[in-house]
Structure formats: C-alpha cells, structure tokens
C-alpha cells in the first residue's frame, strides 16, 4: 500500500505542478542594458492610444523630402543628366531632405561608364571592382544636412552571372543589366 500512495503522491505532485507551470506566464528575457539604468537613454514617455507619436526633429532648414508623382523632372534632378532610354524605376527617402532616384536600363555598364565620361567630363571614380561600381559627384557633401552624397552612382547587376536587378511592380517583373542612382545636389 505504501509503493501506492507513493506513486499517487507523485502523479498528483506533477500533474498539479504541471497545472502551476501552465498559468504561470512564461520569463521574457529583458533587453541590456535597461532603459532607466545609468549611461541609457531614459525612453520617451508613452502616448495616449489614438494619438500620433510626436514628429521626429528635422535639422534647421531641412525641409522634407516631396513624395514624387511620377517621372522626375530636370529641376527636381538639379542637372543631373539621366541615360537616355533609361527607365525611371523609383525614389525613396534618403533622409534630411534628400531623395535618391533610380533608374534601369539594359544597356551594359561599361555603355553607361563611357555615357557617363563623356557627359560628366571627367572618368569619376571606381568605388568597388566586383561588382562593378562607378560615381560621379554631383556637389559637395555637407555632414550636418545631407545624408548621402550627391552623386550618380552606376552598378552592374550583371556581375558573376547575375540576370540582373529584379524590379517588381504590382505584379510585373523586369530585369534590369544596369542601375543608375542619383542623388541630386541641393537647391538650397
């Protein structure tokens, strides 16, 4: 009788600690260092639901960047002069005000380097050898109000035998051999 009681004893000792174990939430692991603790950043407070969070700062006289409503004109690109026969693909934000404007086209890149010279006057310079990348600056790079340097920056997206840059839209898909970004210099 006692081996009985014994193995009843246990059964209920682990079905109840099991029973325990499943309303007790599980231990989240906290991020290090925690917010509050000396040398953090204390967290901005909270704010009411339905409220938007406060507009992050821009620095002094940057304005936002426009959203682009289609094909990018001239003044907006500030002389930049885009390949021709290449196809605007997309802008984004590259942040203080900045945009960064995209461009395909299937022409090779050693097509769109030589454009480039002979346009730009000057051979620009090689940023990486594999794959292939070549810039031209556009301006001066100014650390407090520019994120990236303006420039065209040319890629070939048909190194190691890539098919080349994948660019979806909606629901249609085209490769590009070459992407052009330019960043244009600032008309402040």
């Not at 426009?66 to 590259?94: I, K, M, R, W």
């Not at 109000?145 to 997206?157: G, L, R």
């Amino acid at each position: 009788m006692t081996i009985k009681r014994a193995i009843v004893f246990a059964c209920l000792t682990v079905c109840l600690g099991a029973g325990a174990a499943a309303q007790t939430p599980p231990v989240v692991p906290k991020p290090f260092p925690q917010p509050g603790q000396a040398g953090t950043p204390a967290q901005p407070p909270a704010t009411k639901p339905g409220t938007p969070p406060p507009a992050a700062s821009q620095p002094a006289g940057s304005q936002p960047a426009p959203l682009p409503t289609g094909l990018p004109s001239a003044a907006v690109l500030n002389g930049a002069q885009v390949y021709p026969g290449a196809e605007f693909l997309e802008s984004h934000d590259a942040s203080r005000g900045q945009r960064a404007y995209l461009y395909g086209t299937n022409a090779t890149f050693l097509e769109i380097v030589n454009y480039y010279r002979q346009v730009r006057k000057d051979g620009g310079r090689e940023l990486f050898k594999a794959p292939a990348m070549q810039q031209w600056d556009l301006g001066e790079f100014r650390e407090q109000t520019m994120a990236m340097q303006p420039a065209i920056v040319v890629k070939d997206y048909t190194w190691n035998g890539d098919p080349g840059y994948l660019f979806v839209d909606g629901t249609k898909e085209k490769r590009f051999k070459t992407i052009i970004q330019i960043v244009p210099a600032s008309v402040r």
